[in-house]
């Protein structure tokens, strides 16, 4: 079964530009989750999403928004790129449940510069 | 304000010892307790959990513990291969709630 599945890979944006991340979740799940990892930081999370809704919202400022289609794919949006926003982005997904269930893809990573 | 810490960030074990990582937390509502392992390039992997009713959870060489009056919890991981050199993350969660606390990780380096 396919796993979970993040593109682009690799992403390299300017300050100020906006970038648009996709996660694709194992088939049948309806929860997709967002986090940010940097050095140091761990992983912090950004959102979750279940069945088009945003169910759970981590701390991060207004620039970062998502949403979740019908299929449960799900896109996060990042805007006026700041260069702090440079991490990588991890999307998991799960049918619902707590954390245990949860699958990580591989993740976006973002450079700006 | 972290509310689950790693106080280290790296660990070296000689192979076929015991690894111990730690993790303290300070939100006593946390009520569920995880393991990840993540190598370069991949997303975390699930290891173990434990939830707040239990002290102890066992899952072939590895083992967690949870001491809720210290608010701490330990992996323990017996006998360390070199496969298991990765970076380990402790998360909590609150409320069966599906959003999870990370701590900032700790790099396991397991040598032969």
């Known amino acids: 079964k396919a796993g979970v599945t993040q593109t682009p890979r690799y992403l390299i944006k300017t300050r100020g530009q906006q970038v648009t991340l996709s996660c694709s979740p194992i088939?049948?799940?309806?929860?997709v989750s967002w986090y940010q990892q940097t050095p140091g930081q761990g992983l912090q999370f950004l959102f979750e999403?279940?069945?088009?809704?945003?169910?759970n919202k981590g701390n991060f400022p207004g620039r970062f928004s998502g949403r979740q289609f019908s299929n449960s794919r799900s896109e996060m949006n990042v805007s006026t790129l700041e260069l702090g926003d440079s991490a990588l982005y991890l999307c998991?997904?799960?049918?619902?449940?707590?954390?245990?269930?949860?699958?990580f893809g591989s993740g976006t990573r973002l450079t700006v510069v | 304000d972290q509310q689950v810490k790693q106080n280290s960030p790296s660990l070296s074990v000689q192979e076929g010892r015991i690894s111990i990582l730690n993790c303290d937390y300070t939100?006593?509502?946390?009520?569920?307790f995880l393991w990840y392992k993540k190598y370069p390039a991949e997303g975390p992997t699930f290891l173990i959990s434990?939830?707040?009713?239990?002290d102890k959870n066992e899952d072939g060489r590895f083992t967690v513990f949870l001491n809720k009056s210290a608010k701490h919890l330990s992996l323990h991981i017996v006998p360390s291969q070199p496969g298991d050199s990765a970076v380990y993350f402790c998360?909590?969660?609150?409320?069966?709630?599906?959003?999870?606390?990370f701590g900032a990780g700790t790099r396991l380096a397991v040598h032969p």
């Open positions: 939100n006593s509502m946390f009520d569920y």
């Open positions: 088939s049948g799940h309806r929860s």
């Open positions: 999403y279940f069945s088009e809704t945003q169910r």
């Open positions: 998991a997904s799960s049918l619902g449940g707590t954390g245990q269930g949860y699958t």
């Open positions: 998360a909590a969660s609150e409320g069966g709630y599906n959003k999870l606390i």
């Open positions: 434990i939830s707040s009713i239990k």
